[in-house]
């Protein structure tokens, strides 16, 4: 029986990585900040799924919430063999719009608790030979819009630096893009999605089985569905320039998060 910690497990992405992993028979670790929510969803995957679940209850906006989860991470006795960085969230309004207190907030989530998290994760899964990493960023890291997509392109590069440092260890790392996926995050946000495509949109549980091939395949970059492989095509292609004027035109009060 293998072990899985999932950070943001409560909605979206993180509850399809549940739901998948708990079908798989994989136990689990759930973290968040809203520990009814955490406990709700607890019970119902081991009633469903009869796996074991805990939670733990933790911001990781804060360092007392990212070293609650490390020490989980690292305890000898109850190893993690795949870890699921993928709590996190976006701040509506463009640069200078939103406060900087804000913006620091985002970059705790997405980019040192992913650091802190990974590097205990990594460090224990080093030991035993074995264990995997999914960080999720997002499709914007590859275009310039602001500085959500410059903490997403942090945590692409950051992994597959990582993954390429740790190869031949048995530890797996891997970043997740996802384009579009309809999850509490625009609402929270409080960003408006009526003027998205029908056709953006992305379902999160074909992305969570996507995901987990390439993982299994070894892959360091996941870009899920090839609508967004076939975009990501055009923006490796597209003038820079170009490409900031498009970018910033678009999706910002609406866009791929
Ligand atoms: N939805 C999209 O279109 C999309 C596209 C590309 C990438 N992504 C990325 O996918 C990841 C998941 O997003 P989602 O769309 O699934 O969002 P979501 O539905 O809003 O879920 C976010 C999850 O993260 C938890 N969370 C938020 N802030 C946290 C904090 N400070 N500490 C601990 N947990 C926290 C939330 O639970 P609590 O509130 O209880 O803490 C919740 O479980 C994010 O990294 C996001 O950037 C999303």
Redesign the pocket.
Known sequence: MTTALI??????????FARRLAADGHDLVL????TK??REQATELHDRHGIEVEVLT?????DQ?IEAVAARLTDPRNPVDLLV??????NKGRYLDVPMADEL?ML???CE?VLRLTGAAAEAMRTRGRGGIVN?????AFVPRGT?GAS?AWVVQFTQGAARDLAGSGVRLMA??????????????GMGTDNIPGWMW?D?DKLVASALADLSRGKTLSIPDPRYKALMGLVKVTPRALLGGISSRTGRKYG??
């Open positions: 950070t943001g497990s409560t909605a979206g992405i993180g509850a399809a973290v968040a900040r809203d929510r955490l933790a911001d990781l906006a804060t919430g960085n993928n709590a996190g969230f976006g907030r705790k989530v997405h608790a999720v960023a997002s499709v914007a959500y997403k997740l893009a996802p384009g579009f996926v309809r999850t509490e995050f625009h609402q929270r946000a992305l999160a791929p998060q």
